[in-house]
């Protein structure tokens, strides 16, 4: 088994644990769904953490010679999925106990939080490429990358739900541009 190969099975697990916690909100939703008042912007929120997942597995399949090279490299690379995953943590609500589930409620409860762990994914991904990859600066994802940290750090910023409507629009449009432009193919 070659380095890359190894190291790949803890990237692997993350990515798996960030899956897993989506579909499991999903399910627990689906289950529960008498005591849940939906809210379509969470619904918006839990389907892109699921397709960053996707993605970042997908966009990494060639990465791995360059984050096998040393230890910090390779740490820096997990940052990203365990961002993916502390997002996905955050904007899933705990379907335990008993009573209604609001999940507008919730949603603008950990909004910094689910902001916060996503707007650093393209920061990582973007720093990563560049300096442990050596991908080039002007590479065709770098104004996808900067227009999610924008868009993203602004969702952060301003917890109106008017504007919040607008970041999970754009969300989604700016995701549909991005794998058409830059993400059709693995790595």
């Known amino acids: ?16 644990l960030g899956l897993s916690q989506t579909l499991s909100g999903v399910a627990n939703l689906l289950v529960d769904r008498r005591r ?5 912007i969470w619904g918006v929120g839990v389907t892109l953490v699921f ?13 791995g010679a360059a984050v096998a090279s040393n230890f910090f490299s ?15 943590v955050v904007l899933v ?18 909004r910094r939080l ?26 065709p994802e770098r104004p996808f990358e900067a227009a999610f940290l924008v868009l993203l750090a602004s969702g952060w910023l301003i917890g ?14 700016l995701f549909v541009a991005f794998i058409v432009f830059a993400g059709l193919q693995p790595g």
């Open 93 to 110: 609500p705990d379907f335990e106990g008993e009573g209604e589930i609001d999940l507008r409620r919730h949603f603008h409860e950990n």
């Open 160 to 173: 109106r739900e008017g504007y919040q409507r607008f970041v999970a629009i754009a969300s989604v449009a």
């Open 114 to 139: 689910y902001f916060g762990f996503l707007t650093a994914v393209p920061l990582l991904g973007a720093s990563r490429s560049i300096l442990i990859s050596g991908d080039p600066l002007l590479a």
């Open 1 to 16: 088994m070659k380095t890359a190969e190894y190291l790949s099975v803890l990237v692997s697990i993350i990515v798996g």
């Open 51 to 63: 397709l960053a997942n996707v993605q970042f597995w997908w966009g990494t399949f060639s990465v």
């Open 36 to 40: 849940v008042r939906f809210y379509w």
């Open 74 to 88: 390779f740490v820096y690379f997990l940052l990203t999925p365990i961002a993916l995953y502390l997002s996905a």
